[in-house]
């Protein structure tokens, strides 16, 4: 508990420090950044857009005299230290104007402010994995995709709209078990492993309409990266990636209206400067209409009927004085399926935080935010019988304060900060009635706290040479009141393990604790100004998890912490890659990218089940579940054409996803759910020359399928038959491919004219493909005695689609 106690202390008292007693901290610091540092200077301030006054992310600050720089952070701030001097600032970002400054550094340090113009003309190129001059290649990240929301409305879509989800699957090592499955798949890892954040609050099911949409309003979406390998110490919490995604902070210049009208719903966003400048707030809206198109159509079982889905997202921010900004940030999202019996589920976050400059070096983001992630299933969702119905609930809550530190000290810019969360899981609760009598039962809420402190630097040590290195230790406390069970060690085959003891915990008393230090580490070397070598090592844990044994997860999924029966989830994994730029610059970089990178993970703890596996209201879940090891490895092989008529990318991917759990498949290895040998995206956009209204673009997706357990025999006793099965996922569904189509016409340009408008026409599966999501097996309706299988298409036909947009 004083583990617990320590990283409290630490985060509350960072945050409530007054700004009028930071003097001798700056002082303290400030001392120690120049030591040894022949009295270094520092320019640094907000760069931000012209045209909304949005700050960028990303932006390259580059010292002409010393080959050295920075890029400006989340919130659009940079920071450079270098010796006393005169200097020229190069300050670049892909679809802006470049800007070249001189500041004099000879005798006090500088705040420079600025804003970027976007270039005249509309670039033609894709921008997913770079937003500085070759960033791919100078860049210390890897394993790192950063897409532009520009990108994203270029890229043909289901229905026409625009899906963050959908389109990171176009990127080399993230991939999805079938068509409208819920969440991704990262290198070999399931999809609780990613850590999905909204304005750095998690979102516990980033689903839509069972997968086919995300919750990510592409109206008010900033920016969206993410993090495969070689993750900093800033981040925790899952194994396989951090999805970050940024909401927009609205337009600080004038009132702006955005919308789209599309076949299977349509959204508005509005956003607006407040108090004269100073602040900004946008708020942005969608709502899925097919129950209302459908409802003339249905018969009479069905009239009235729900299925729809509709979100709200919202931010304001407020620039106190130059050194202080307050954002608040929040989305509320539900989906409502079924007639007489159905289900719902939604998300609820909301994000505060808080930027402070204490000095020229020293930048301070402190963030709370509360997560509300639940669903409900209801026999009587159209409350027809009041005295005759089923209803189950279940919810995780989150609650947390995160202070992040962030210092330039000459060549180095060091990290360092806590974060403390309070998980509160509600696995389920149940009432019943019948005949007017109601009974309430369910499974005990269970709580826990994971805290944890980290400190990482980045750090130039030639002009060839940069590290960046940290260290996370992170706490996890599963605590009462609750029952703990303890089971027995044997496993009987296909059964649940016997329960031998049970303990009954009051109050905040501890259950179970685990800590580990996960240890970060990348370098990178460029070979000359075109190419680098990257290497990568990280360690993360995972302390909670999602719990379920269907073939693709579902919004019923259970959350649940790790407890003294279940152990945390430990990812180790390396990488290593080869960058390089080729063909004529473009002036804000070369005409084409490549890389290869390949990876190797080592799993430990992963969750598996039993077969028959019972999940809902389960009180004894945990003897059901079975616990082993995996391995992932592969390579990813990405090109980029940046400019041109014709320009995009293809990438290509080839893995290995493998477990052994004891209890399972005789204890040998065996390929997980979310396994696929082979992955081929291509993204192509064209842009005639003589048709400047119109633009195009196409994607094609060719897989390898997906593992499936198939009956290796059959037992026959009085005419019945049943399958038998001996190995897990022992055969795979057939290949998936794909090509999907889209053109945009642009609304005329007219002197005067206030308004920007489009229409967007795609076609999703162009020709055809009837996809196997699944295969299963059942008797021969003719012939009971012979089994036959069944392939399963989500989509088997053509699907076009109209989308009209619009911006006022």
């Not at 002082?27 to 949005?54: F, M, Q």
């Not at 009432?431 to 805290?451: D, Y």
């Not at 036959?788 to 947009?805: G, L, M, Q, W």
Request: hydrophobic share 35%; net charge positive.
């Amino acid at each position: 508990m004083k583990h617990h106690l320590l990283v409290y202390l630490f985060c509350f008292s960072v945050t409530l420090v007054p700004i009028g007693s930071k003097a001798q901290t700056i002082n303290v610091l400030e001392k120690a950044s120049n030591k040894g540092n022949h009295a270094a200077l520092t320019v640094s301030g907000y760069i931000k857009d012209a045209a909304n006054g949005e700050g960028l992310i990303g932006v390259s600050v580059y010292v002409k005299e010393t080959s050295t720089g920075a890029v400006t952070n989340n919130y659009g701030f940079y920071a450079v230290t270098v010796p006393p001097g005169n200097y020229n600032l190069v300050i670049s970002y892909v679809g802006y104007a470049k800007q070249t400054r001189s500041v004099d550094l000879t005798d006090r340090n500088i705040r420079l402010d600025l804003e970027l113009q976007q270039e005249g003309k509309e670039l033609q190129e894709v921008t997913v994995s770079t937003k500085r001059e070759d960033d791919n290649v100078k860049n210390i990240e890897m394993s790192v995709n950063q897409i532009d929301v520009k990108t994203l409305k270029r890229i043909p879509a289901l229905l026409g709209e625009v899906d963050v989800i959908r389109s990171i699957q176009l990127l080399p090592g993230v991939s999805t078990v079938g068509e409208g499955a819920t969440g991704f798949n990262v290198r070999g890892g399931s999809i609780d492993q990613n850590l999905v954040l909204l304005d750095e609050a998690p979102v516990y099911n980033s689903s839509h309409l069972f997968g086919f949409f995300s919750v990510f309003n592409p109206d008010a979406v900033k920016d969206v990266k993410l993090i495969k390998g070689g993750i900093p110490s800033n981040y925790g919490g899952r194994i396989a990636s951090i999805l970050d995604v940024r909401l927009k902070e609205g337009n600080a210049k004038k009132p702006e209206l955005n919308g789209g009208i599309g076949l299977i719903f349509s959204r508005l966003s509005y956003e607006q400067p407040l108090f004269k400048g100073k602040g900004s707030f946008i708020v942005a809206a969608r709502r899925s209409y097919a129950d209302i198109l459908a409802q003339p159509f249905l018969n009479s079982d069905l009239k009235g009927a729900k299925f729809y889905f509709y979100d709200l997202t919202a931010k304001g921010n407020y620039r106190i004085n130059d050194k202080n900004i307050v954002f608040l940030s929040g989305y509320l999202g539900r989906d409502v399926f079924g007639s007489d019996f159905g289900f719902n589920w939604g998300n609820t976050t909301l994000s505060a935080r808080w930027n402070h400059v204490f000095s020229d070096r020293l930048f301070l983001n402190t963030t709370a935010y509360y997560s509300n992630y639940d669903y409900s299933l209801n026999t009587d969702l159209k409350q027809k019988r009041p005295n005759d119905f089923f209803r189950t609930d279940s919810r995780i809550v989150d609650y947390s304060i995160k202070p992040d530190f962030s210092i330039a000290l000459g060549k180095n810019l060091i990290t360092f900060g806590g974060q403390a969360i309070i998980h509160d899981f509600q696995p389920g609760t149940a009432t019943a009635a019948s005949a007017g009598s109601v009974r309430s039962f369910g499974i005990a809420n269970k709580h826990a706290l994971e805290s944890a402190l980290y400190i990482g630097n980045e750090q130039q040590v030639t002009p060839r040479l940069q590290l960046q290195y940290g260290l996370r230790y992170s706490l996890f406390n599963y605590t009462g009141p609750g029952e703990a069970y303890t089971f027995s060690t044997e496993i009987p085959l296909g059964q649940r393990r016997e329960v031998v003891t049970t303990i009954d915990y009051k109050g905040n008393n501890t259950i179970q604790t685990y800590g580990n230090w996960e240890p970060r580490f990348s370098a990178k070397y460029e070979l000359n100004n075109s190419s680098s070598l990257k290497l990568s090592y990280n360690r993360l844990a995972q302390y909670i998890h999602l719990i379920s044994n269907t073939t693709a997860s579902t919004p019923l999924d259970i959350w649940t912490p790790s407890t003294n029966n279940i152990k945390p989830q430990i990812g180790d994994q390396v990488a290593g890659g080869y960058f390089r730029n080729f063909g004529r610059s473009t002036g804000t970089g070369s005409e084409f990218e490549a890389s290869v990178e390949v990876y190797y993970k080592w799993l430990q703890n992963q969750i598996d089940y039993i077969d028959g596996a019972s999940l809902i209201l389960n009180k004894y879940l945990e003897g059901d579940l079975l616990s082993g090891r995996g391995r992932a490895y592969g390579a990813e092989f990405y090109i980029k054409r940046n400019t041109g008529v014709v320009n995009g990318w293809i990438s290509y991917t080839l893995a290995k996803t493998e477990r052994q759990v004891n209890g399972i498949n005789n204890n040998d290895w065996y390929p997980t759910r979310f396994d696929k040998r082979h992955t081929l995206t291509s993204v192509l956009m064209f842009d005639p020359p003589n048709a400047k209204r119109w633009n195009f673009s196409a994607t094609f997706t060719l897989a390898s399928g997906t593992p499936g357990t198939f009956p290796t025999g059959r037992f026959e006793f009085d005419g019945h038959v049943a399958p038998i099965y001996e190995a897990r996922n022992n055969y795979r569904i057939p290949a998936y491919h794909r090509l999907d189509l889209a053109a945009t016409l642009q609304g005329r340009k007219r002197p005067g004219k206030r308004k920007d408008d489009s229409w967007v026409f795609s076609v999703y599966n162009a020709y055809a493909r009837k996809n196997a999501f699944s295969v299963y097996f059942q008797p021969n309706v003719d012939n009971p005695r012979v089994t036959e299988a069944i392939r399963y298409s989500v989509f088997a036909t053509i699907i076009p689609s109209v989308t009209y947009n619009f911006k006022f």
